[in-house]
């Protein structure tokens, strides 16, 4: 079970679990560069908040394409479609709130624990538009 210090590592990032309550999971992400962009999906009870501390973030959030450059924070509302990626090198503070199971969908996704149900055992924290 995913918790505060877990180190995850997924395609082209590193994510260190920083904080992990009921209410907030937050993460510090760091990407090196080689990622792409993953499909678009919501998530349809959780807000998100990005601060980018390093580097540039590349978005797409409800159709409106941006870079987000040091310094920069933004927000995915709840149940807004959404995709990014890091444009090379990059280090991103990332929070998700409410926590609901974020952290162990990374988890079960970067240890390959992925069966045709994971989709569905997840779906109230994403869902693929």
């Known amino acids: ?16 679990i920083d904080r992990l309550e009921p209410d907030v999971l937050e993460m510090e992400v760091s990407y090196d560069g080689s990622g792409t962009m993953p499909p678009e999906h919501l998530h349809p009870s959780q807000a998100e908040r990005f601060r980018v501390l390093e580097g540039r973030l590349r978005t797409i959030i409800d159709g409106n394409e941006a870079v987000y450059g040091e310094g920069a924070t933004f927000d995915v509302a709840v149940a807004t479609r959404h995709q990014m990626a890091a444009d090379g090198r990059t280090r991103v503070r990332w929070e ?11 988890e079960r996704l970067y240890s390959g624990r992925v069966d045709e149900n ?12």
């Open 1 to 16: 079970m995913a918790a505060a210090g877990d180190e995850l590592h997924g395609p082209g990032l590193t994510l260190h």
């Open 96 to 106: 998700v709130r409410p926590a609901l199971r974020t952290a162990e969908f990374f």
């Open 118 to 129: 994971f989709l569905s055992e997840f779906a109230a924290e994403i869902r693929f538009t």
